[in-house]
């Protein structure tokens, strides 16, 4: 399929790299004429230089027999033109991103009248995965739900105290209801069997029923705890968001921002939450309002320098977890090591929430992790397969593959070499991306 | 550098020549030429060892990066050229491996110069060789591996960049593999065309394939020894002169062309130019030889324009030795040579876009002297020309003149006269073909340069193919350095 994206941001590129990987034909749009050549020489794409709401350069991007349209440009109302636009050219599917919310009122301009099929907003997406972080234990730096909830997925921080630290892992006894699904080490993937042992340092990929939360309890030591207030630094749409939601479910939250106009606008979209005007880099504020009896603190303003810092700077004075945004990906590997719980990056989530919708149909669902070197896949087994009714330690799989969980009907199975796979069940496997083609051949 | 990747392209590439030697085979046992025979078979048998060494022995570790597309596009010219040697060699057609290297490269190259004293009497199975390597050379024998080569992914690019002529190169498709696919396409229906316009005006269809190999890749080998003269016919060199013309275009061009956008043509900048300085040459030559040579202006026409064509395209087909032609003919055709077709084509030496930009840049040099202060980018049509490649153009033109300068000291140091090592220079680097004086000229061939010319020559092909920075970038140390 031609698939056209526009804007080469971090997320039109990620999003390039998945399609191609699955062959799909891409063709970039973008503005800026630096970039060309850039993206010629790392990417096997058509880029084409224009401003993606103008017909002529869609024209030229060949929209005519385009299969599909990704706007994701810094620009709502140049995503939704495009949009528009291609809906005017018959595009099946179009995929918008956009950002400011005051679009997105009941009875402003319809989706299905500007012609976009899905809408993503990052903001939205990124409040939520702040508050599933917040939600898990402290050492816990990627969550995941899978199969409606019944499945979840914790990437796991080790350090030296960690229980299982140079353990074996079939020395850990988590029991028949988790699995150490994958090890993330100086930027490898690997899927471990049981006499890998596990070193502090790695992020250990937990897979667990959802009723049996302890053993992800267990796995993150002493350190679980239940977060009854945030404090949220800058009030940006995603520090709003977060709010909202962290109020719906009873967590009480403070607000710190500079500017005092916006706390006038955000105290009357948050009555609930108690909004401070001041400087949040300031350590004199920040203990006034009990940093040290803090059980999470995020921090989502505009600068990536700030949130690090000040996420540190929170951490040291005592808050419980500390989750900062950053917009740079290139920090995130060194950043999980100095001492910040865990990163959220708005792009890598647009770019997995995008993705997630190209795959609906094929898979239910799918999610990235570290910066998209492991997939993590769903899907209903099928009919007739020859991988259905065998034990799983005979299926030919790919390397670097692991089948997490099977959820059957109400009964949710952490499979070993025994079980098998039967027609209808919902199947969660890990894998890198580059196999994942295998295992869509394999299974579906 | 990643040297497994590059081995294991390369032994893909050796793999394909291989392959490519059963035509001539076949043509070998249509005519029944024995020792072209087992020339070919034995030909085929060594390349096959040494790609599927090469293949097997090396295997691809990853993708091939900006410098491994340098490196497989120029020892991929190196090889190919090297293994196409052999056929010459073991059917005796020539004893001498620097003289058969000259000739296989001048063939790849779409050069045409020729070191054989006749040409006819050499086994036609060969001959049909010396033609096809031109062809596989004109639209590239590194395209032809994009085409081919199961996916590469940003890689193809890479090699794409390296072997395609121009300034600028771009895709028609999203997939550079298949944007390849296309310009073959495109490439071998209008061949086919030109055989078949050929066969049905009377020629045999050994000689109509032969000469479109020839023409198509502005190569210029014929298997006559008197060229497209040997017919002596008007109809054959109108069809040979119109696609020799058709394959100065760019290849870009012609596929919007070939689907319907006519207007393309029209608005297309470096066509224009091209086409105009066809013109205006034709037009004068026309006048000088009406004056001095023939009494029929249309026989004045017929050759001049013939002449214009096969010079500026770089084919370099004679059909009448301009020797004998006044100075101010003979010196447009000179310049011609250093003009060359359009970027995007199978033709060689500078093209017109990059004249055209140095026009432009020249011209703007006296508006700023005017305006010092005026913002004034290059425009051609209504596409910007960024600094960069603006700045790229005037540094090949430089390099492009400063190689043919020390070629020429070189070729005289080794005793040619001036003339002789000039257009021996020229005519290479621009992979034209065909110079003047006693040596090089139109009736003469290079068997009687001394054999470090010859190994000048070849290098000077191989820099003109490439167009100087793909190859050159090699000897550069800092590029070998991790």
Redesign the interface.
Same mark, same amino acid.
């Given at each position: 399929m031609?698939v056209i994206i526009i804007g080469a941001g971090k997320v039109g590129i990620q999003i390039a790299q998945t399609l191609?990987s699955e062959n799909h034909?891409? =063709?970039i749009v973008d503005k800026r004429?630096e970039i060309k050549q850039d993206l010629?020489?790392?990417?096997? =794409?058509?880029t084409i230089i224009g401003n993606g709401a103008n017909v002529r350069v869609l024209e030229q991007a060949g929209i005519r027999n385009a299969g599909m349209l990704i706007a994701v440009t810094q620009s709502d109302e140049v995503n939704m033109i495009a949009c528009i636009t291609a809906k005017q050219f018959e595009v099946k599917k179009t995929i918008a991103r956009i950002r400011n919310s005051e679009y997105m009122y009941e009875d402003s301009l319809s989706k299905e009248k500007m012609g976009i099929d899905f809408i993503i907003n990052p903001e939205n997406s990124t409040a939520l995965e702040i508050i599933g972080l917040l939600k898990a234990p402290v050492n816990v730096c990627e969550t995941q739900d899978f199969a409606g909830g019944k499945v979840s997925l914790f990437g796991v921080k080790v350090d030296e105290d960690n229980l299982f630290a140079n353990k074996k892992i079939k020395d850990t006894n988590l029991g028949q209801h988790s699995l150490i699904a994958a090890l993330f080490r100086e930027d490898n993937l690997i899927i471990p069997n049981g006499e890998d042992e596990i070193y502090a340092g790695d992020i250990a990929y937990l897979i667990t029923k959802k009723e049996d939360v302890t053993s992800i309890g267990q796995f993150c030591g002493r350190k679980n705890i239940a977060t009854q207030n945030v404090i949220i630094l800058g009030g940006s749409n995603i520090g709003v968001q977060t709010a909202t939601l962290l109020n719906e479910t009873g967590i009480k939250t403070k607000l710190i921002e500079i500017d005092k106009e916006k706390c006038e606008k955000i105290s009357e979209l948050l009555p609930q939450t108690l909004i401070i005007n001041g400087d949040g880099t300031n350590i004199e504020l920040l203990r006034e309002e009990g940093i040290d009896q803090t059980d999470g603190f995020v921090s989502v303003t505009g600068f990536d320098e700030d949130n690090l810092l000040t996420a540190l700077l929170a951490k040291h004075l005592g808050a419980k977890k500390v989750i900062a945004k950053i917009s740079k990906t290139n920090y995130i590997p060194i950043l999980e090591n100095i001492g910040i719980d865990a990163v959220v990056n708005p792009q890598l989530i647009t770019a997995a929430a995008i993705l997630r919708l190209l795959k609906h149909g094929e898979l239910i669902d799918l999610a990235l992790l570290q910066e998209g070197e492991i997939e993590v896949v769903e899907f209903i087994a099928q009919k007739n397969r020859e991988t259905n009714n065998k034990p799983l330690k005979t299926l030919n799989l790919p390397d670097n593959t692991i089948i997490g969980a099977i959820v059957r009907d109400k009964e949710t199975i952490i499979p070993h070499g025994e079980d098998v796979i039967i027609s209808g069940d919902k199947v969660i496997i890990f894998t890198k991306p580059a196999e994942t083609r295998k295992i869509e051949h394999l299974f579906l | 550098m990643k040297y497994n990747t590059v081995f294991h392209t390369l032994g893909m590439i050796v793999l394909s020549l291989s392959a490519s030697m059963l035509f001539p085979l076949f043509c070998a046992f249509y005519y029944q030429e024995e020792t072209a025979i087992y020339a070919f078979l034995s030909s085929i048998i060594i390349t096959l060892l040494f790609g599927i060494f090469f293949y097997y022995h090396f295997q691809a570790e990853n993708e091939i990066g900006r410098k491994e597309g340098y490196v497989v596009a120029t020892l991929g010219w190196l090889t190919t050229a090297a293994f196409g040697t052999l056929p010459f060699l073991f059917s005796g057609v020539l004893t001498n491996f620097i003289d058969a290297y000259f000739e296989s490269m001048s063939g790849l190259t779409t050069t045409g110069a020729t070191v054989l004293q006749t040409i006819e009497g050499n086994p036609l199975s060969v001959l049909f060789w010396r033609n096809q390597l031109q062809w596989m050379g004109g639209m590239g024998i590194i395209v032809l591996m994009v085409a081919i080569l199961p996916a590469l992914g940003a890689g193809g690019m890479q090699l794409f960049k390296s072997e395609v002529p121009g300034p600028e190169k771009y895709k028609l498709t999203p997939r550079i593999k298949e944007t390849a696919k296309l310009l073959y396409q495109i490439y071998i229906i209008i061949s086919a065309l030109q055989v078949a316009c050929l066969y049905f005006t009377g020629m045999s269809f050994y000689d109509a394939l032969t000469h479109m190999f020839g023409t198509m890749a502005t190569g210029g080998f014929s298997p006559k020894n008197l060229g497209v003269g040997h017919y002596n016919n008007l109809t054959y060199e109108i069809i040979i002169m119109i696609f020799m013309l058709i394959a100065g275009v760019n290849f870009t061009l012609l596929y919007k062309v070939l689907h319907g956008d006519l207007k393309s043509l029209f608005k297309d900048r470096e066509f224009l130019f091209y086409i105009s300085v066809i013109l205006i040459s034709i037009f004068i030559i026309t006048a000088q030889l009406h004056i001095y040579i023939y009494k029929s202006i249309l026989t004045a026409l017929r050759y001049s324009s013939f002449q214009v064509v096969s010079v500026i395209t770089t084919t370099a087909f004679v059909t009448v030795d301009f020797d004998q032609w006044p100075a101010l003919s003979k010196s447009i055709l000179i310049i011609l040579m250093f003009v060359g077709g359009c970027a995007g084509s199978t033709a060689g030496a500078i093209k017109n876009i990059r004249i055209l930009v140095l026009l432009k840049k020249a011209g703007r040099e006296f508006q700023r002297i005017l305006h010092p202060h005026a913002f004034t980018p290059i425009y051609i049509g209504d596409k910007k020309i960024s600094e960069e490649v603006v700045s790229s153009i005037s540094s090949f033109f430089f390099l492009y003149m400063l190689i043919f300068v020390f070629g020429t000291l070189f070729m005289a140091y080794l005793g040619l006269d001036m003339v002789n090592a000039m257009f021996s220079v020229a005519t290479t680097l621009g992979n034209t073909g065909l110079g003047l004086g006693s040596l090089v000229g139109p009736a003469q061939n290079y068997t009687f340069l001394p054999p470090l010319g010859k190994i000048l020559l070849c290098l000077c092909m191989l820099l003109g193919r490439l167009e100087i920075y793909a190859a050159l970038i090699l000897v550069v140390p800092e590029f070998w350095k991790k």
């Amino acid at each position: 399929m031609k698939v056209i994206i526009i804007g080469a941001g971090k997320v039109g590129i990620q999003i390039a790299q998945t399609l191609l990987s699955e062959n799909h034909d891409v =063709i970039i749009v973008d503005k800026r004429e630096e970039i060309k050549q850039d993206l010629d020489s790392h990417l096997d =794409i058509m880029t084409i230089i224009g401003n993606g709401a103008n017909v002529r350069v869609l024209e030229q991007a060949g929209i005519r027999n385009a299969g599909m349209l990704i706007a994701v440009t810094q620009s709502d109302e140049v995503n939704m033109i495009a949009c528009i636009t291609a809906k005017q050219f018959e595009v099946k599917k179009t995929i918008a991103r956009i950002r400011n919310s005051e679009y997105m009122y009941e009875d402003s301009l319809s989706k299905e009248k500007m012609g976009i099929d899905f809408i993503i907003n990052p903001e939205n997406s990124t409040a939520l995965e702040i508050i599933g972080l917040l939600k898990a234990p402290v050492n816990v730096c990627e969550t995941q739900d899978f199969a409606g909830g019944k499945v979840s997925l914790f990437g796991v921080k080790v350090d030296e105290d960690n229980l299982f630290a140079n353990k074996k892992i079939k020395d850990t006894n988590l029991g028949q209801h988790s699995l150490i699904a994958a090890l993330f080490r100086e930027d490898n993937l690997i899927i471990p069997n049981g006499e890998d042992e596990i070193y502090a340092g790695d992020i250990a990929y937990l897979i667990t029923k959802k009723e049996d939360v302890t053993s992800i309890g267990q796995f993150c030591g002493r350190k679980n705890i239940a977060t009854q207030n945030v404090i949220i630094l800058g009030g940006s749409n995603i520090g709003v968001q977060t709010a909202t939601l962290l109020n719906e479910t009873g967590i009480k939250t403070k607000l710190i921002e500079i500017d005092k106009e916006k706390c006038e606008k955000i105290s009357e979209l948050l009555p609930q939450t108690l909004i401070i005007n001041g400087d949040g880099t300031n350590i004199e504020l920040l203990r006034e309002e009990g940093i040290d009896q803090t059980d999470g603190f995020v921090s989502v303003t505009g600068f990536d320098e700030d949130n690090l810092l000040t996420a540190l700077l929170a951490k040291h004075l005592g808050a419980k977890k500390v989750i900062a945004k950053i917009s740079k990906t290139n920090y995130i590997p060194i950043l999980e090591n100095i001492g910040i719980d865990a990163v959220v990056n708005p792009q890598l989530i647009t770019a997995a929430a995008i993705l997630r919708l190209l795959k609906h149909g094929e898979l239910i669902d799918l999610a990235l992790l570290q910066e998209g070197e492991i997939e993590v896949v769903e899907f209903i087994a099928q009919k007739n397969r020859e991988t259905n009714n065998k034990p799983l330690k005979t299926l030919n799989l790919p390397d670097n593959t692991i089948i997490g969980a099977i959820v059957r009907d109400k009964e949710t199975i952490i499979p070993h070499g025994e079980d098998v796979i039967i027609s209808g069940d919902k199947v969660i496997i890990f894998t890198k991306p580059a196999e994942t083609r295998k295992i869509e051949h394999l299974f579906l | 550098m990643k040297y497994n990747t590059v081995f294991h392209t390369l032994g893909m590439i050796v793999l394909s020549l291989s392959a490519s030697m059963l035509f001539p085979l076949f043509c070998a046992f249509y005519y029944q030429e024995e020792t072209a025979i087992y020339a070919f078979l034995s030909s085929i048998i060594i390349t096959l060892l040494f790609g599927i060494f090469f293949y097997y022995h090396f295997q691809a570790e990853n993708e091939i990066g900006r410098k491994e597309g340098y490196v497989v596009a120029t020892l991929g010219w190196l090889t190919t050229a090297a293994f196409g040697t052999l056929p010459f060699l073991f059917s005796g057609v020539l004893t001498n491996f620097i003289d058969a290297y000259f000739e296989s490269m001048s063939g790849l190259t779409t050069t045409g110069a020729t070191v054989l004293q006749t040409i006819e009497g050499n086994p036609l199975s060969v001959l049909f060789w010396r033609n096809q390597l031109q062809w596989m050379g004109g639209m590239g024998i590194i395209v032809l591996m994009v085409a081919i080569l199961p996916a590469l992914g940003a890689g193809g690019m890479q090699l794409f960049k390296s072997e395609v002529p121009g300034p600028e190169k771009y895709k028609l498709t999203p997939r550079i593999k298949e944007t390849a696919k296309l310009l073959y396409q495109i490439y071998i229906i209008i061949s086919a065309l030109q055989v078949a316009c050929l066969y049905f005006t009377g020629m045999s269809f050994y000689d109509a394939l032969t000469h479109m190999f020839g023409t198509m890749a502005t190569g210029g080998f014929s298997p006559k020894n008197l060229g497209v003269g040997h017919y002596n016919n008007l109809t054959y060199e109108i069809i040979i002169m119109i696609f020799m013309l058709i394959a100065g275009v760019n290849f870009t061009l012609l596929y919007k062309v070939l689907h319907g956008d006519l207007k393309s043509l029209f608005k297309d900048r470096e066509f224009l130019f091209y086409i105009s300085v066809i013109l205006i040459s034709i037009f004068i030559i026309t006048a000088q030889l009406h004056i001095y040579i023939y009494k029929s202006i249309l026989t004045a026409l017929r050759y001049s324009s013939f002449q214009v064509v096969s010079v500026i395209t770089t084919t370099a087909f004679v059909t009448v030795d301009f020797d004998q032609w006044p100075a101010l003919s003979k010196s447009i055709l000179i310049i011609l040579m250093f003009v060359g077709g359009c970027a995007g084509s199978t033709a060689g030496a500078i093209k017109n876009i990059r004249i055209l930009v140095l026009l432009k840049k020249a011209g703007r040099e006296f508006q700023r002297i005017l305006h010092p202060h005026a913002f004034t980018p290059i425009y051609i049509g209504d596409k910007k020309i960024s600094e960069e490649v603006v700045s790229s153009i005037s540094s090949f033109f430089f390099l492009y003149m400063l190689i043919f300068v020390f070629g020429t000291l070189f070729m005289a140091y080794l005793g040619l006269d001036m003339v002789n090592a000039m257009f021996s220079v020229a005519t290479t680097l621009g992979n034209t073909g065909l110079g003047l004086g006693s040596l090089v000229g139109p009736a003469q061939n290079y068997t009687f340069l001394p054999p470090l010319g010859k190994i000048l020559l070849c290098l000077c092909m191989l820099l003109g193919r490439l167009e100087i920075y793909a190859a050159l970038i090699l000897v550069v140390p800092e590029f070998w350095k991790k």
